[in-house]
């Protein structure tokens, strides 16, 4: 890597209900590099047990009709034999996350207390306790019999009311969760009853949107796709912390929190991670300075590619070293990178609360540099590739080989970039992860994973110096290390 110089320091039916509609949209990273995980597979084919995959991961695309009658099937299934009607069937699953055999078992032992737990039934106690009367427990108001509505629980309020109760919780976003007007009553009002309360089509169709959304999110197999504007359902057999992709938009996410993928990291440390780094957001800034000084001669330097290999030369002098850790590039360790380990301090437990405090802050910003620095080196590899994309068409327009000839180049920078994602993610598993053999292992691994990735985005930078079967080589390699880390260390 050298280093610049700083003197200054798809069409959709008009049916199709988007979930999304209302939520903001988030920015896009310029540096992203689209569907690196796609077209890699046949230079970097691994035989035995090499060739197990640990993010495979199956799933399908549902559009909205789709994941629609799929929900009804369900719906219809379930009434049946129940014995209810479809829109309580609804509250019934939706209660217990659309599994209908767990429901089919609790309904065999006891299906009152199946009704019960669902919240469309009131306790038997709670029942007794309702006395009838022609007012309205909302507007105080004495209302005609045939004007008062309640549900099961017997809860009697005014048909005015009622429609100012549901026009509000719809208009607030509400589906399913739309509930009786009494007090500490908690029982569910099934679609087929607030429906005719509703005093518009546009209420109407804004209330059937979000009943589509809290079915799909209440069900274990399914997840809405977080695109914007994207009506997409992704549907999966069992459900896992894996990467999915939307065949609509293209987006990618975590099929279990919906954010983006972050293997090996799980869910819930990632969420922390992310917290924390936005609380800390002015410190992140300052350690996110893009230069540095150089470590021989003091020289603003900035990086201006993902690889941390970073040689300066000059007449009088030439300097060699990691971009991270500024140590010498020859001394830096050939088994593996010393710089991606953090050394704890055994004997900061024993020190004041002032010396515990800045030894934390110091471990932070030791593995979120190392996160940023990834990052933007994503961004960086992202114009490398562009520039890749160039050259084959430079030489494909001069006669010089067909675009499958030159395929293994553009590749060779999907990949580089889909294992640099992979070690992002692992600082965050690193930074909450207890000290101990597993985390010494995982650092192993994580640093055999990172001085490959180095060793692949040197040659990608330098294709031309590089023949195919070397840089193939090494994209198997990288490739291997990032398999063999994830199987051994994302949750299964």
Not at 13 to 40: A, K
Not at 160 to 165: A, P, T
Not at 352 to 368: D, G
Not at 467 to 487: C, F, S
Request: charged fraction near 25%; aromatic fraction near 10%.
């Amino acid at each position: 890597m050298s280093v610049d110089m700083n003197s200054q320091g798809s069409d959709s039916n008009e049916e199709d209900y988007d979930p999304n509609c209302e939520e903001e949209e988030e920015d896009e990273d310029p540096g992203d590099i689209e569907d690196y995980y796609d077209g890699v597979a046949n230079d970097v084919e691994q035989q035995g047990a090499d060739a197990f995959d640990p993010e495979e991961y199956q799933f399908t695309c549902l559009t909205y009709k789709e994941s629609e009658s799929t929900l009804n099937e369900h719906m219809a299934s379930l009434a049946a034999t129940l014995k209810v009607s479809h829109a309580v069937a609804k509250l019934v699953l939706v209660s217990f996350h659309w599994q209908i055999s767990e429901i089919l078992e609790r309904h065999k032992s006891n299906a009152a207390q199946l009704l019960v737990e669902a919240r469309v039934q009131p306790t038997s106690s709670k029942h007794a306790m309702v006395h009838s009367s022609h007012h309205c427990a909302v507007c105080m108001q004495f209302v005609r019999k045939e004007n008062l509505l309640s549900l099961a629980c017997q809860h009697q309020f005014c048909r005015s009311c009622w429609e100012q109760h549901c026009t509000v919780l719809v208009k607030d976003g509400v589906g399913v969760g739309v509930s009786c007007m009494a007090q500490d009553c908690l029982l569910r009002t099934p679609e087929d009853f607030v429906f005719p309360l509703l005093p518009s089509e546009e209420l109407k169709d804004k209330y059937r949107r979000y009943l589509f959304r809290d079915y799909v999110e209440s069900h274990y197999q399914l997840q809405l796709c977080p695109g914007a504007d994207c009506p997409m359902v992704i549907q999966v057999q069992e459900p896992k912390a894996r990467r999915v992709q939307c065949n609509r938009c293209n987006e990618v996410f975590c099929f279990k929190c919906r954010q983006m993928y972050h293997a090996p990291t799980d869910c819930a440390t990632i969420r922390k991670w992310l917290t924390k780094c936005a609380d800390d957001s002015e410190t992140a800034n300052y350690i996110s300075a893009h230069t540095k000084d150089c470590p021989k001669c003091n020289i603003c330097i900035e990086k201006n590619g993902g690889c941390n290999h970073m040689v300066m030369g000059f007449s009088l002098f030439s300097a060699d070293f990691c971009w991270m850790c500024l140590g010498d590039w020859k001394t830096h360790g050939s088994e593996y990178y010393e710089c991606s380990r953090y050394k704890e301090n055994p004997d900061i437990v024993n020190q004041s609360q002032q010396a515990q405090a800045r030894e934390a802050l110091k471990k932070y910003l030791f593995y979120f540099e190392r996160w940023e620095n990834h990052n933007k080196s994503l961004q960086l590899e992202a114009q490398t590739y562009q520039r890749i994309q160039e050259k084959i068409q430079e030489r494909v327009m001069n006669n010089l080989g067909t675009w499958i000839d030159w395929q293994y180049l553009q590749n060779a920078a999907k990949l580089l970039a889909k294992c640099r994602y992979t070690l992002q993610y692992t600082y965050p598993y690193a930074y909450y992860m207890e000290s101990g053999p597993r985390k010494k292992l995982f650092e192993y691994q994580q640093a055999q994973l990172e001085a490959e990735i180095e060793n692949l985005s040197w040659k990608v930078e330098r294709a031309d110096s590089y023949d195919r079967g070397d840089l193939e080589n090494q994209m198997h390699i990288a490739e291997q290390r990032r398999r063999t880390l994830l199987k051994d260390f994302h949750d299964t």
